[in-house]
């Protein structure tokens, strides 16, 4: 991908090296974890189409959630897919329980750490309206240094590596844009909590509504992680967090 193109390497001092060859492990990073999501954000939409998204009870340690068999397939096949490019590399998945997974996060090691959601929103999934992600990230000594999410129901992945840029292109390569660039509108646009994510509360959701209106602005309802993409990507202004599952 050009627009992750790997950095000269400037003139100076060992520290501009120093920046350089991380920004490099940022950059292939990046390069890899997308063809990771690329094919998992498929897989799952094959599910889809097929008919064969099922519910499946989840255990993971001491709890019980009802999850699909989209969950677990992806969870698979992206531990598979992460493994396949990166060998060595520590895998924590909101799916699987690992021990030591905090410690994991923080640790110094000069190793980087994968970070994994297969599938963000399951409710939305369930609910066929597309606010659902695949989720890849990497940290690195504590720090994170890469995100990639996928909007399969939008054709789209938003890509962020420290040091460089963050920007939107299509799962099939096309329509790059940078996220630095705000998009212009008449009025301000807020995010609130899908009624999904909080239990049926249609009607705290409406009475922010109503009160966005009288002071000329709009809301709309977002759930699971899109919405924060949606602050991201420009669409909306900002989230107006009320509880409830992933706010």
Known sequence: MSSLSHPSRPEGSADSAAEVKAVELRVNLAQK???VVKSVAQEILGIIDRGELREEEVTIGE?????TSADRIS???MHAAIREKFPNIS????E???NGASQALT???GEPVAIVDPIDGTVHLKNGDGQW????GFCLDGEAIVGISAVPSENKLYVGVKGRHSFEIGLDGSNRRNLERPLVRERPVFGICSPLDLGGEQKLVDRWKRIAELNGAEMREFGSAYSYLKVADGTLDAFVNLGGNFH
């Open 33 to 35: 974890g997308i063809a």
């Open 63 to 67: 709890f019980s959630r009802n999850k």
């Open 75 to 77: 969870n698979e096949l």
């Open 91 to 94: 895998i924590l998945s909101e």
């Open 96 to 98: 699987t329980r690992v």
């Open 107 to 109: 640790m110094v090691s």
């Open 133 to 136: 992600l695949v989720n890849l």
